[in-house]
């Protein structure tokens, strides 16, 4: 996740293959003249619309091949963000650290 300024923004449409279909696309500070694009859909259509030039927003970009593509985060990605941040405050390494805990408990030392 990334916080980047817009530079331009604009809303394409067309269709393919009989389906039509609507992107966004945005210039940023930070990745000076690369378009970076997202296609509309009904969970990002209001927000992707309310873009305008000069919002400082947060974004995922997503590099395939040649091109560069973004989503705007959601409810998840910032939960991820705020575990990692937990995670590593705590000392946790990730799945290694879990999996070598494991079997170390000791049934005849349970509560219950």
């Not at 927000?47 to 995922?60: A, F, M, N, W």
Request: aromatic share 6%; with cysteine; net charge negative.
């Amino acid at each position: 996740m990334e916080k980047i300024r817009i530079l331009n923004v604009g809303i394409k449409q067309g269709e393919s293959n009989g389906r039509a279909w609507r992107k966004c696309g945005i210039q940023t500070d930070k990745h000076g003249a690369k378009w970076l694009s997202c296609f509309l859909n009904q969970r990002n259509e209001s927000r992707l619309e309310s873009l305008r030039k000069g919002d400082t927003v947060e974004i995922i970009v997503e590099e395939q091949g040649q091109y560069l593509n973004f989503r705007l985060p959601d409810r998840i990605d910032y939960l991820e963000e705020r575990v990692m941040a937990l995670e590593e405050k705590v000392g946790m390494k990730g799945e290694e650290e879990l999996a070598s805990v494991s079997g170390e408990i000791n049934e005849d030392e349970l509560p219950f």
